[in-house]
């Protein structure tokens, strides 16, 4: 059963814009990675993943990193509107993916810096 909500929207109108904007943002997040480490190889650091290395100084790397997680997202977000007692739980892994990304750009960060 659908809630209408202020303007016609619906809860699962609003919950699906809410996924789709945290799926955005973890995306950026991800782009932002593997741009980073395109550039940090093209500068002499060390790709450590085994998977990555063949294609970390090529732009091929952060498309192969990002590509997958828009079509997963997309996937996610679709069956969410079929299954919408989901969408708590999407919605809390998506958090935990984006802190865990920020971790990650950190980390990142401070070992190019010093």
Same mark, same amino acid.
């Given at each position: 059963?659908?809630?209408?909500?202020?303007?016609?929207?619906?809860?699962? *109108?609003?919950?699906? *814009?809410?996924?789709?904007?945290?799926?955005?943002?973890?995306?950026?997040?991800?782009?932002?990675?593997?741009?980073?480490?395109?550039?940090?190889?093209?500068?002499?650091?060390?790709?450590?993943?085994?998977?990555?290395?063949?294609?970390?100084?090529?732009?091929?790397?952060?498309?192969?990193? *990002?590509?997958?997680?828009?079509?997963?997202?997309?996937?996610?977000?679709?069956?969410?509107?079929?299954?919408?007692?989901?969408?708590?739980?999407?919605?809390?892994?998506?958090?935990?993916?984006?802190?865990?990304?920020?971790?990650?750009?950190?980390?990142?960060?401070?070992?190019?810096?010093?």
């Amino acid at each position: 059963m659908r809630q209408t909500l202020l303007s016609g929207l619906t809860r699962s *109108t609003v919950t699906r *814009t809410r996924l789709v904007l945290m799926f955005g943002v973890l995306v950026a997040l991800k782009a932002i990675d593997g741009f980073w480490t395109l550039w940090a190889t093209n500068h002499g650091y060390m790709e450590l993943n085994p998977i990555m290395v063949p294609i970390a100084h090529t732009w091929w790397g952060p498309v192969a990193t *990002t590509l997958p997680l828009v079509v997963f997202g997309v996937l996610v977000v679709w069956i969410t509107g079929w299954l919408p007692q989901t969408a708590k739980a999407v919605s809390r892994g998506l958090v935990a993916a984006c802190a865990l990304m920020v971790v990650v750009l950190a980390a990142n960060l401070i070992a190019v810096v010093g």
